[in-house]
């Protein structure tokens, strides 16, 4: 049995005809699915003729009573609805043998490892990305239309049928433009007010790059920042099959070999203003009259509001700890760094991944412990786009020791392991001489909770190549230590 659809991303012919099939009980194996563009027209499916409608509009009458019967979950329309733009000749063919177990093999709804489905699945995220790569990569070039008006044209090469699903996007978002976007296969226009679309196009119909092309890569090298480049993110999010039909691709293998240097150069300069100084917040968050938060909640809107030094107007915001309330442990740190201020979480930078490796290694969990910093703002210097990590002065890390206090009041942890002199310093009230101390459970501390002192891991990353091997596996012993002996520490 062979069935042509005249249209390759018609999802209401297809189900037409699938439906029609499994009334009438034809497996799939027993169908040849024809999807593609070219050619068109007659198809076959029960000796009837014409595609588009004729043959669903003739079937039996039985076919509704079928369809009840044979009710399929509403995710599979969906998932039918991005499967069919896929390029894929497979697609329907595929889609109906799913179509055909769901009807015979109940067990299917509930497998989530069954390999037709997992095919399909992957499809449609294959078409997502493709959907998602065009609205991100579309690039218009401006032209003189024969109607004396404006127009934009843009031409790009999807890897699936999206350009009828994407079309509207295009209409929403450049609603006010007359624009085209031609494609191999279909092309896309908007006047203004509809939508109409056409065979494809050849690249040479491309238009030359004009005024506003200059404008975009200059735009683009300004808004380029070395110290944030990310070469393996850029190629995943940016394939460089795109490349050839964005005119900024031209830009990045410059911009990229330079990044280094220019980085470099942010951070030998001398330091910038910041350019953005945050609004003192309301009074009334801080705890003037001295009480401490009652939870972690109220702590960190409180903290997010401290100006009671300089930093925090700089920071985007206070970084509190996390981890579970009760922790056997709290681990603490100096203070957030450039990413864990971004992200508004502690340890989630480069620091952070060591310490996740360390962790990884002994076994022990991230989420069983309650992961602070003494210092809850980031404290930097702006040098061009670059924030450089500065430590903050001992009169900033007093004025926020009572928010450290707080958190271990409420968190109520039972060993404190500090990691590093400024944290040292804020859980004993004392100068510490880390490389000194290190290692085992000191017995200072007013509320009876032992500290354990050791490196930070920033310190064991600014080590050099040769040094950084045996420093490691040092600090690996201290935190195991850390680990293993709270309970006799609290007993001592
Ligand atoms: N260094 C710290 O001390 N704390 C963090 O959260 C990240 C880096």
Not at 225 to 239: D, F, W, Y
Not at 457 to 468: Q, V
């Amino acid at each position: 049995m062979h069935v042509r659809l005249d249209d390759p991303v018609d999802l209401d012919a297809f189900r037409r005809h699938a439906r029609q099939l499994l009334a009438a009980g034809v497996p799939p194996d027993r169908v040849e699915w024809n999807g593609e563009r070219a050619g068109g027209g007659a198809a076959d499916l029960f000796g009837e003729s014409g595609e588009s409608g004729e043959a669903g509009d003739a079937a039996p009458s039985a076919a509704p009573v079928a369809a009840a019967r044979h009710a399929v979950p509403a995710s599979f329309v969906a998932l039918c609805g991005d499967v069919v733009l896929h390029r894929d000749p497979q697609r329907f063919a595929l889609l109906y043998r799913l179509l055909w177990r769901l009807a015979h093999e109940p067990a299917l709804r509930h497998d989530p490892l069954d390999a037709d489905m997992l095919q399909a699945q992957q499809m449609a995220k294959a078409v997502h990305r493709d959907i998602h790569k065009m609205r991100a990569f579309v690039r218009f070039t401006r032209v003189a239309g024969d109607d004396g008006l404006e127009h934009h044209v843009a031409w790009f090469e999807p890897d699936h049928h999206i350009v009828e699903a994407n079309a509207p996007f295009f209409a929403r978002r450049f609603a006010q433009m007359r624009w085209a976007i031609l494609t191999p296969e279909r092309c896309v226009e908007w006047n203004g007010q509809a939508l109409a679309f056409g065979e494809g196009a050849d690249r040479r119909e491309k238009p030359p790059p004009d005024a506003g092309e200059q404008l975009w890569l200059t735009y683009y090298e300004h808004i380029f920042n070395p110290a944030r480049l990310k070469v393996a993110m850029m190629r995943r999010e940016m394939p460089r099959r795109y490349w050839h039909n964005l005119p900024e691709a031209a830009l990045i293998q410059p911009l990229t070999d330079a990044a280094q240097a220019r980085s470099q150069s942010m951070i030998d300069a001398p330091p910038t203003v910041a350019r953005r100084i945050r609004a003192p917040i309301a009074l009334h968050l801080r705890p003037a009259d001295g009480t401490a938060p009652a939870d972690l909640a109220e702590l960190r809107a409180a903290a997010h509001a401290c100006r009671a030094c300089p930093i925090g107007a700089l920071a985007t915001q206070a970084v509190c700890g996390e981890g579970p309330l009760a922790a056997q442990h709290m681990l603490v740190g100096e203070q957030p760094g450039d990413q864990e201020d971004l992200a508004g979480r502690p340890f989630v930078g480069p620091a952070g991944q060591l310490l996740d490796r360390a962790m990884a290694q002994l076994g022990w969990a991230r989420d069983t412990v309650y992961l602070a910093n003494a210092v809850k703002h980031f404290k930097y210097e702006l040098r061009g786009k670059r924030r450089i990590h500065k430590t903050a002065a001992q009169r900033e890390a007093d004025a926020c020791a009572h928010w450290l206090d707080s958190e271990i009041s409420l968190v109520r942890p039972q060993g404190l392991v500090a990691l590093g002199a400024t944290a040292a310093r804020a859980l004993l009230g004392r100068p510490v001489a880390v490389q000194a101390e290190r290692g085992a459970w000191l017995h200072e501390r007013r509320d009876g909770r032992p500290v354990f002192v050791t490196l930070h891991p920033s310190a064991l990353l600014r080590l050099a190549d040769g040094e950084r091997a045996e420093a490691y596996a040092r600090w690996l012993d201290d935190l195991e230590r850390a680990r293993g002996t709270v309970s006799a520490a609290i007993a001592a």
